[in-house]
């Protein structure tokens, strides 16, 4: 049974923009989305998470500045500037309840399919 729908991705250059956007009925009724991606040959890690009822947001280092991330009661987006080659790989939406703000990937129950973000230099 899909609950997230992962949209948007596609090969830009660096320096480029592209934005994402998950969907479901997953996004209307937990607490937090994130966004993880997964390069090849390395382990899935955290992009940046947001607090549906408070806007509350964190981010990895890698992307601070960088990326941003957004929800309504409809979808998630990760709005992605000054994209660099180390930024490519499989990026995946997640939503999980709960009260704490990680971005673990084991405490995400409900994944997206993945969308390929493919950034050259």
């Known amino acids: 049974q899909v609950q997230l729908v992962d949209s948007g991705g596609g090969s830009v250059q660096a320096g480029g923009s592209l934005t994402l956007s998950c969907a479901g009925p997953?996004?209307?009724?937990?607490?937090?989305v994130a966004w993880f991606r997964q390069a090849q040959g390395k382990e899935r890690e955290g992009v940046a998470v947001?607090?549906?009822?408070?806007?509350r947001t964190t981010y990895a280092d890698s992307v601070k500045g960088r990326f941003t991330i957004s929800r309504d009661n409809a979808k998630a987006t990760l709005y992605m500037n000054n994209l660099r080659p180390e930024d490519t790989g499989m990026y995946y939406c997640?939503?999980?309840?709960?009260?704490?703000?990680?971005?673990?990937?084991?405490?995400?129950?409900?994944w997206g399919q993945g969308t390929q973000v493919t950034v050259s230099s």
């Open positions: 997953g996004i209307s009724f937990r607490t937090y």
């Open positions: 997640a939503t999980r309840t709960g009260s704490t703000l990680t971005m673990t990937p084991r405490d995400y129950p409900t």
């Open positions: 947001i607090n549906r009822r408070d806007g």
